[in-house]
């Protein structure tokens, strides 16, 4: 793509924002300027606070936001790389009007670092519907790889959630180094993201009922690391008995980018580039606490544009640690985990997200880039990457355009995301206790803001039919950042009811059906799996598994790594 080409795409598409945003500014903030605004005030151990009253996007239907509630107390000074300790309080009327700083990470949009060390912040929102029943508490973890993302009303306004009366939750906490640095040691013992997370959920379960929620029944729900997060929950001793229901959208903490199991190879890396030679842990982290946090971040942003190994993610703890959230590794855990109800899903075209790399055109013309995707961790030989070639490229007509993108999107989306799929919800089939609600998403409409968002940056490449990792987001939430939003009476405004219907009637009873829905989502089992395909008004329930004939290549695939590993 040419440069003036770039240059028009690239302002094409910040007036397209623009102009959502004006729309949305026009209709929701001046039209609340002009009316005076209510207040609630809430009492909870911590002080008091003063939330805002609103009114949701699609059905103007009544909620409280409280904004940029601290649930922790700042993880800054020697408290960096520890777990979150709890928030001691403040005196007066707090005012949750706008919601708290953001984890310090880089911004690929601003193209710097963003965010502070003091980030330990969550937002309550909490419909106005009158009922006698405490309401259902739906906790949301945001994505990002573990390396960037917030709870920002900038990409989630529960509004469509709220429509269906539950109190919606969304958290910040601590990402890349500041959030997973493991040094097996208690002065820096990993994880510290997750315990952030933990110590959130359990502050909504200790107050949420002055909030008019029900603490007896939280649901936590996620996104690609937001999802990885909710697994690590499921099977974190930790966490048993602090949530009653999971929603895992696109992610699992069995996928390659999910777990760093050479953590202290990535943690002394990290001491090397900042100018430690010190090989005793305790002095390297004392040396690491001295060290500006934005140094830190600014030196993994670089590192890992050319070093795919530099990983900050979840991670499993020493035996010297005292407060381990994964004791063991997650094959280990997953055995023994308890069980809950839980909807688990992927979108059709999770791959289409490497369209957005700025090596496409070498991806779409050169199959040794895909031989990058196969390093010797994973434990692919030269054979097993040849039988992978040979079944996404070999096997089709790789002359066709189309084709080839999509089994490029295919290969990318199954690697990253989709061949752990089944693997992650088999130790609930087996136990065949608590329901498990499969899905697909492939709905693509005019909201898919992460396609459409592909699609300003590469709009040579040849649309593909479906859903892009993360699509699913727009019909759960409103991105304000971008401000796309569905249109009355359209299939996308439809779609969004209907995702958020399914989602709070399981965060309600554990079952997603109800009788205003034209389906059934029945839950999967091991002797009959089955799926719900959410594709907008062709909604249906499909017989058999998803991605059959990928997914039992993949099984085969790994089940030879690990007879080559024995």
């Given amino acids: 793509m040419s440069k003036p080409w770039r240059t028009f795409v690239k302002w094409r598409f910040i007036a397209k924002i623009v102009v959502n945003k004006f729309k949305g500014f026009f209709s929701s903030t001046v ?8 207040k609630t005030t809430v009492f909870i151990e911590q002080g008091t606070l003063q939330g805002i009253h609103y009114k949701t996007l699609a059905s103007n239907r009544p909620y409280v936001s409280f904004l940029g509630v601290p649930y922790a107390k700042p993880p800054v ?31 690929f949009l601003k193209n710097k670092i963003v965010g502070s060390e003091d980030c330990l912040y969550l937002n309550i929102f909490v419909p106005q519907e009158k009922q006698n029943e405490k309401k259902a508490v739906m906790v949301f973890i945001h994505g990002g790889v573990f390396y960037n993302g917030s709870g920002s009303l900038d990409f989630y306004s529960p509004d469509y959630l709220i429509d269906e009366n539950v109190i919606i939750v969304t958290i910040n906490y ?84 999910a777990l760093n199991e050479k953590h202290r190879e990535s943690a002394f890396k990290l001491a090397k580039n900042l100018g430690c030679e010190n090989d005793n842990p305790k002095e390297v982290v004392q040396y690491l606490l001295n060290i500006p946090a934005i140094d830190i971040v600014k030196s993994i942003t670089i590192d890992a544009k050319t070093n795919p190994d530099y990983d900050f993610v ?13 004791p ?16 688990i899903g992927i979108n059709n075209m999770e791959g289409l997200l490497v369209f957005g790399d700025h090596k496409f055109i070498k991806i779409i013309n050169d199959t040794e880039e895909i031989n990058k995707l196969f390093e010797s961790k994973h434990g692919y030989t030269n054979e097993i990457v040849n039988k992978v070639k040979d079944f996404y490229f070999n096997e089709y007509n790789i ?19 989709s061949k752990e799929f089944h693997r992650s919800y088999k130790h609930s089939l087996q136990q065949n206790v608590t329901p498990v609600y499969s899905y697909e998403f492939k709905f693509d409409g005019e909201i898919n803001v992460f396609k459409k968002l592909l699609y300003f940056l590469r709009p040579t490449f040849v649309p593909l039919e479906g859903a892009c990792h993360a699509d699913e987001l727009s019909y759960l939430f409103h991105g304000r950042l971008f401000g796309f939003a569905p249109k009355a009476n359209s299939p996308e405004l439809r779609m969004c009811k209907t995702m958020s219907k399914l989602w709070t009637n399981f965060a309600k009873t554990g079952n997603p ?26 909604t249906h329930m ?25």
């Fill in 513 to 538: 059906n109800s009788h205003d829905l034209k389906f059934e989502w029945r839950n999967t089992s091991a002797e009959e799996p089955k799926y719900l395909s959410l594709d907008g008004d062709n």
């Fill in 328 to 343: 063991a590794h997650p094959e280990i855990l997953v055995k023994t985990a308890s069980t809950v109800p839980v909807i």
């Fill in 31 to 38: 039209v609340r300027q002009l009316t005076p605004q209510k």
């Fill in 77 to 107: 000074g020697n408290l960096r790389f520890k777990p979150p300790v709890k928030h001691p309080g403040w005196s007066g009327i707090l005012k949750a009007f706008s919601v708290g700083n953001m984890c310090m990470q880089y911004s």
């Fill in 314 to 326: 979840p991670s499993v703890e020493s035996e010297a640690v005292m407060d381990k959230f994964l």
């Fill in 542 to 566: 499909v017989v058999g598994l998803l991605n059959s004939s990928r997914m039992r290549f993949w099984e085969n695939i790994l089940e030879t790594i690990r007879l080559q590993q024995k």
């Fill in 399 to 417: 002359e066709c355009g189309t084709t080839r993108l999509e089994n490029i999107c295919h290969l990318y989306g199954d690697f990253y995301f």
């Fill in 174 to 257: 601590r990402l890349n180094a500041l959030g997973f640095l493991n040094f097996d040691i208690d002065e820096c013992p990993g994880n510290m993201g997750l315990k952030d997370q933990l110590f959130a959920i359990k502050w909504v379960k200790a107050n949420i009922t002055a909030f008019g929620g029900d603490d007896q029944n939280i649901t936590i729900f996620g996104e690609s690391a937001g999802s990885a997060s909710v697994h690590c929950h499921m099977l974190s001793p930790q966490s048993t008995g602090y949530f009653q229901k999971a929603i895992m959208q696109s992610g699992s903490i069995f996928n390659p980018w």
